[in-house]
């Protein structure tokens, strides 16, 4: 008979058993069950997982999730929960320490969500990188002239005598016209001029329907030679009509210098400059149109001029006019130019694109123009063109042909009257204050390029003596205005290992939460399921649970140190007890204890 030795202490009012055995391995018992133990020769408290022996559901047992959660917060790393559940704290001091922890769960958390927010609604930062960036890293910008009269007297004469077979003088050759020179008062923001023009002539409006408006233009419009009179390019003369190309502007057909947009593209590289001050640029002399413009039509006698990227349209609302001068003076318009130019970096790449706000390439298309590049000035103009043929349909005669989609002509002028004030906004987000809902505006989703070059333009305007008049009426100066642009860098305010860093901070400082915390977290929270499942399987067995040694000692880990008294001596025994018999009366529950 193998001999074993029962002692027993009272701990905090309760029985605790050790039980010696030797071999501690696990026994089987002879009846209807079997059942499994460990004898350990170390102490282990028969509380140290006090689990309900009831036949429900484990997650019912408030028992089974006290001990759980109370050996947690012995073992775990987290500050101040071992505290909650040490033996023999009072009440107060565990209120206490509670209240505390809360309090550093409320501050970690408000500071987490208030990081997270920032991240969300401000996740890059632009900052200055360079503020002398060498200019020839920038090409130089496009220069679009236009002239104000987009058409010529005698070109328009011309085309209606031939037109109507009749002489210029007549009534109705009169009144086609006017007819033309309207149509060349189309242009934006200004669709609403033709209209009242048309206002008290309303006969000519259904006139020159079946005319091809694009080629009519083309045809009137005043060719190079009858704008420019001399080209300089750094310094030294060239042929305007060479490097001035016609180019497609809601203003209507123009010229423009070192443009990718042009009508005929500009095959070779684009122009750079390395150097700053008056003259050292483009300048451009130009003639006066005396004498040309239709009679009837309130037209300014002068140019406009346009600086934009060379991958870009021309924004024409933002066109700078020059006048022409009388004959003793000529108006000069000195035009100095600041580039600058924002580069952003791969890891704004990975933010989402309604968080960055920008199109890096191959990202941003624009229909309906012959754009390689994604510029927002060009995006914004295909908006336009867009809104227009969905609301008149059809585009006016400067907007590039699309499938399907007709010319605007004199009969849908009140159509693009009507809608000239929708074309010049864009829609804000629902909400926006200082916004009425109802306005008409476009909804365009134009946002600028993540990489982009911009052009900054201050103008100012000089009157030269007769000398200078012998030239032309109007000159025009467009030079870098320093020795060096200003590059800006966007990058991310937060990524995600700033991001990570700052929560563990937050959560190292007022939780003591780590990594390592997590996992063990988690650790606990599979472990404790998995003895759950165990002892709900032995209990559906009618089974006293035991746990079985790779689970014992999950509770057990720190309940050595609550051993504040030396156990008391063993008491004597029979040694007619039978082992059998002890392992029976244990697992059917006369002593309430886990091994």
């Known amino acids: 008979m193998i001999r074993k030795k029962r002692r027993t202490a009272s701990i905090s009012g309760r029985r605790h058993e050790w ?43 408030v028992a089974d999730g006290w001990s759980l959660f109370k050996a947690f917060c012995d073992n775990t790393a987290l500050h101040g929960l071992r505290y909650i559940t040490a033996e023999g704290m009072p009440i107060v001091h565990r209120l206490m320490w509670v209240a505390t922890c809360f309090a550093g769960l409320l501050g970690a958390g408000w500071l987490i969500w208030s990081i997270w927010l920032r ?28 002239s104000v009269n987009k058409v010529l007297r005698s070109e328009a004469v011309k085309f209606v005598e031939e037109y109507t077979g009749k002489n210029s003088s007549s009534e109705e050759a009169a009144r086609y016209l006017a007819v033309v020179g309207a149509l060349g008062l ?14 008290y002539n309303m006969s ?91 009679d009837g039509l309130d037209i300014l006698r002068g140019i406009n001029v346009h600086i934009h990227h060379p991958d870009s349209y021309p924004d024409v609302a933002k066109g700078l006019f020059v006048p022409e001068a ?38 941003g298309h624009i229909y309906g123009l012959p754009v390689d590049t994604y510029q927002q000035d060009s995006c914004f103009m295909a908006c336009r063109m867009h809104f227009l043929a969905k609301a008149c349909n059809c585009t006016p005669y400067f907007f590039p042909r699309t499938i399907g989609m007709r010319e605007c002509a004199a009969v849908d002028l009140e159509c693009l009257s009507m809608n000239n004030a929708a074309t010049r906004s864009n829609k804000p987000p629902n909400g926006t204050p200082g916004f009425h809902p109802e306005e008409s505006a476009l909804d365009c989703e134009c946002m600028p390029p993540c990489t982009a070059t911009q052009y900054s333009v201050e103008s100012n305007y000089i009157q030269t003596g007769n000398l200078e008049s012998k030239r032309g009426k109007g000159y025009v100066d467009v030079f870098f205005k320093q020795m060096g642009g200003v590059r800006y860098r966007n990058d991310v305010m937060f990524g995600w290992m700033d991001l990570l860093v700052s929560f563990g901070g937050i959560a190292g400082l007022f939780l003591g939460f780590s990594l390592l915390s997590g996992a063990e977290l988690l650790y606990w929270i ?61 697992n059917s529950g006369e002593q309430n204890s886990y091994f």
């Open 326 to 363: 009388p004959s003793h003076v000529m108006m000069a318009q000195v035009m100095q130019v600041s580039p600058s130019q924002t580069v952003s970096t791969e890891e704004v790449r990975a933010i989402d694109l309604s968080m960055r706000r920008c199109y890096f390439p191959g990202e």
């Open 526 to 586: 599979f472990a404790g399921f998995a003895v759950c499942v165990k002892l709900k399987r032995e209990r559906r067995k009618g089974v006293r649970a035991l746990l079985m040694p790779r689970c014992s000692w999950l509770f057990n880990m720190t309940k050595r140190r609550s051993l504040a008294r030396s156990p008391q001596p063993p008491q004597k025994r029979s040694s007619s007890t039978s082992t059998r018999d002890d392992f029976i009366a244990i």
């Open 186 to 199: 189309m242009s934006y923001p200004t669709y609403h001029r033709p209209f009242q023009f048309f206002q």
């Open 19 to 61: 039980i010696n055995h030797p071999g501690c391995k696990c026994r089987r018992t002879t009846g209807e069950v079997q059942r499994r133990c460990v004898l350990s020769k170390r102490r282990r408290l028969s509380s140290d997982l006090e689990l309900g022996a009831g036949d429900g559901p484990w997650w019912s047992s």
């Open 204 to 294: 000519g409006r259904p006139l020159l329907s079946d005319v091809n408006v694009t080629e009519l233009m083309l045809r009137v419009m005043p060719s190079c030679t009858d704008i420019f009179v001399a080209c300089f390019w750094k310094g030294m003369e060239i042929d305007c009509c060479e490097r001035f190309l016609v180019q497609r502007t809601e203003e209507g057909f123009c010229y423009s210098f070192n443009s990718r947009t042009a009508e005929t593209r500009w095959n070779e590289s684009l122009l750079r400059n390395n150097a700053a001050g008056a003259t050292t640029g483009l300048e451009v002399f130009f003639k006066g149109q005396a004498g040309q413009a239709i």
């Open 119 to 146: 991240y969300a609604t401000s996740p890059t930062v632009t900052m200055v990188q360079d503020t002398s960036y060498p200019l020839y890293h920038i090409p130089f910008p496009a220069v679009t002239v236009c």
